[in-house]
């Protein structure tokens, strides 16, 4: 068995840097041979990935956070045939680490486990259009209120896990709503809005159960629609996600679809797997089983 690893060393705050070596002992220890890629800046991966010949390889592994993840699909879906991708898989390193807890991986040692035992499952993708160019997600994409938390907390991620509970603050102090319109599988609703998330997979941020009832495999992503809701609501509802438990708020809807087309005033950045990127107007589109992951 020979696999493409793709390695962000500066995943999880430089543990990733950390992490290699042992990470390399384990796949030795597994017989498993590897062309080892070690990434030097933001979207390294997306250009590495794209001039792999991925032919040569039964399996492409990202090791590293969402982020990392989110570059080898990109790299792989808009560089390769669809036919010619072997499985994908993760070895997370990052602060997150959310879409690979939905393939019951959490430590180095279970993704490698999940690569030496070859077992594959198929997982739906997600695309979001921007300026005319389809783009792919498999954990989630979101704009407004969570989305805006993120984009605080980058800016003190020195600070570890306290730079959610700064960027918690900053924006409850400062909050704000929006108008949207979203076109659900033909059904339109609107109105203002504080957060959407798009969610393939169950969890953000790592811990936060965004999604519950979020399955990586049923054809569907499962959207959030969070409402206008007052300062103290917000902070009593806001540690809930943690507990999957936030749909007790009345202003807090959920919905199954294929196809959301999204609007908003104004336009919102958004947050594909934790990358700051792209922006509204967009659509969003599942794409059923499109791809494998060690698991």
């Known amino acids: 068995m020979k696999i493409a690893l793709i390695a962000n060393p500066y995943a999880g705050g430089k543990k990733g840097k950390k992490l290699i070596p042992l990470v390399k002992k384990m796949l030795n220890d597994e017989n498993i041979d590897y062309d080892l890629h070690v990434t030097d800046y933001h979207e390294h991966a997306l250009h590495i990935v794209k001039h792999l010949t991925v032919e040569d390889y039964d399996g492409i592994v990202s090791l590293g956070g969402d982020g990392s993840n989110y570059h080898v699909l990109n790299g792989l879906l808009k560089s390769h045939e669809k036919d010619s991708i072997p499985p994908l898989g993760v070895i997370p390193v990052g602060r997150?680490?959310?879409?690979?807890?939905?393939?019951?991986?959490?430590?180095?040692?279970?993704?490698?486990?999940?690569?030496?035992?070859?077992?594959?499952?198929?997982?739906?993708?997600?695309?979001?259009?921007?300026e005319e160019e389809l783009f792919y997600f498999i954990n989630l994409t979101g704009f407004g209120f969570v989305t805006d938390v993120a984009r605080t907390a980058f800016r003190f991620s020195y600070l570890g896990d306290l730079s959610y509970v700064i960027g918690v603050l900053y924006r409850t102090i400062g909050l704000t709503f929006?108008?949207?319109?979203?076109?659900?599988?033909?059904?339109?609703?609107?109105?203002?809005?504080?957060?959407?998330?798009?969610?393939?997979?169950?969890?953000?941020?790592?811990?936060?159960?965004?999604?519950?009832?979020?399955?990586?495999?049923?054809?569907?992503?499962?959207?959030?629609v969070a409402g206008p809701m007052s300062r103290l609501s917000l902070i009593s509802t806001f540690p809930k996600i943690f507990k999957g438990s936030h749909g007790e708020n009345s202003a807090v809807s959920f919905y199954k679809a294929k196809k959301v087309k999204v609007k908003t005033t104004p336009s919102k950045v958004l947050l594909p797997d934790g990358e700051i990127f792209g922006g509204t107007p967009t659509e969003i589109k599942i794409h059923p089983k499109l791809v494998r992951y060690f698991t």
């Open 178 to 224: 929006h108008k949207i319109e979203l076109e659900i599988d033909g059904e339109t609703i609107s109105g203002e809005n504080g957060f959407v998330e798009f969610c393939n997979s169950r969890y953000t941020g790592g811990a936060m159960l965004m999604a519950p009832d979020a399955k990586i495999d049923d054809g569907f992503f499962d959207v959030v």
């Open 96 to 130: 997150g680490n959310s879409f690979a807890r939905d393939l019951d991986i959490n430590t180095a040692e279970e993704g490698v486990s999940a690569i030496a035992g070859q077992r594959t499952k198929q997982v739906d993708v997600c695309s979001f259009t921007h």
